[in-house]
């Protein structure tokens, strides 16, 4: 991201992410994939004011993307189309909830619950 995480909040909301160059390099994909599976809503893709794609790295897990991340992000949309929205979902801390940000339940193979959230949130 542009800037350090004390001009721009959201480089600490969102976290370390991927270039679309970088992505596809750790998926092993094509830049065309990466882009084309970001449209899909099968990778979070971010788009930042200067036009650069960015994809946060939490939604990796040991080299592949978390499983279930599509079906939250499909929820997530029908509440708003912000993707800065959903971003901050995911990666938010929780304080006092088990697990402490909402992606872990996805890494924890907890996407009925993981889901349930996304509802709750989206329509509320």
Same mark, same amino acid.
């Given at each position: 991201?542009?800037?350090?995480?004390?001009?721009?909040? $959201?480089?600490?909301?969102?976290?370390?992410?991927?270039?679309?160059?970088?992505?596809?390099? &750790? @998926?092993?994909?094509?830049?065309?994939?990466?882009?084309?599976?970001?449209?899909?809503?099968?990778?979070?893709?971010?788009?930042?004011?200067?036009?650069?794609?960015?994809?946060?790295?939490?939604?990796?897990?040991?080299?592949?993307?978390?499983?279930?991340?599509?079906?939250?992000?499909?929820?997530?949309?029908?509440? &708003?189309?912000?993707? $800065?929205?959903?971003?901050? $979902?995911?990666?938010?801390? @929780?304080?006092?909830?088990?697990?402490?940000?909402?992606?872990?339940?996805?890494?924890?193979?907890?996407?009925?619950?993981?889901?349930?959230?996304?509802?709750?949130?989206?329509?509320?």
């Amino acid at each position: 991201m542009t800037g350090d995480a004390q001009s721009n909040p $959201w480089a600490e909301i969102v976290g370390p992410c991927y270039t679309v160059t970088s992505m596809a390099r &750790t @998926l092993g994909w094509t830049e065309n994939e990466v882009v084309e599976a970001g449209d899909q809503l099968r990778l979070l893709m971010l788009r930042t004011d200067d036009d650069v794609l960015l994809f946060p790295a939490y939604q990796l897990h040991d080299g592949k993307i978390v499983e279930g991340l599509q079906d939250i992000l499909l929820v997530l949309q029908t509440g &708003t189309a912000g993707r $800065w929205t959903w971003a901050q $979902w995911l990666n938010v801390p @929780l304080p006092d909830h088990d697990p402490p940000r909402n992606i872990q339940l996805l890494i924890d193979g907890r996407l009925d619950e993981a889901i349930r959230e996304a509802e709750h949130d989206a329509w509320s």
